[in-house]
C-alpha cells in the first residue's frame, strides 16, 4: 500500500527556512518521479516542484525557483523541499504526490505559515 507522510511544516516569519520531508512506503521509490504541491485557503493546488526517478532532474514553479529546491534521497525513501527566503505569499498546506500505476497518491498534507 502506497503511503505518503509528510513532516517539517510550521510557523516561521518573513524571510525564513523550513525544510519539508516526505517518507514513502508501499512501492519502489527510486523508480518514481515525485513532486510537492500546495494549497492555500479558496485557492487551487499548485505544482511546487517536481524530481525525476533516476536522474533526479528537478522543476520549480516559477514563483519559488531560486528559494526553494526539491531533492530526492533514494537510501531513504524521502523527498524534501528546501524552502529558503519565505513569503507571506507561500503560506499553505503542502502535500507529497506520486503517480504509480497511472494512480495519483497523496500525502496527509503539512501547513507551512508565513506571518510576522
Known amino acids: 500500500q502506497v503511503q505518503l507522510v509528510e513532516s517539517g511544516g510550521g510557523s516561521v516569519p518573513p524571510g525564513g527556512s523550513l525544510r519539508l520531508s516526505c517518507a514513502a512506503s508501499?512501492?519502489?521509490?527510486?523508480?518514481?518521479?515525485m513532486s510537492w504541491y500546495r494549497q492555500a485557503p479558496g485557492k487551487l493546488r499548485e505544482l511546487v516542484g517536481s524530481i525525476t526517478a533516476y536522474d533526479g532532474s528537478t522543476n520549480h514553479a516559477d514563483s519559488v525557483k531560486g528559494r526553494f529546491t526539491i531533492s530526492r534521497d533514494n537510501a531513504k525513501n524521502t523527498v524534501y523541499l528546501q524552502m529558503n527566503a519565505l513569503k507571506p505569499e507561500d503560506t499553505a498546506m503542502y502535500y507529497c504526490?506520486?503517480?504509480?500505476?497511472?494512480?495519483?497518491?497523496w500525502g496527509q498534507g503539512t501547513q507551512v505559515t508565513v506571518s510576522s
Open positions: 508501499g512501492f519502489v521509490f527510486r523508480a518514481y518521479g
Open positions: 504526490n506520486t503517480r504509480v500505476l497511472g494512480y495519483d497518491y
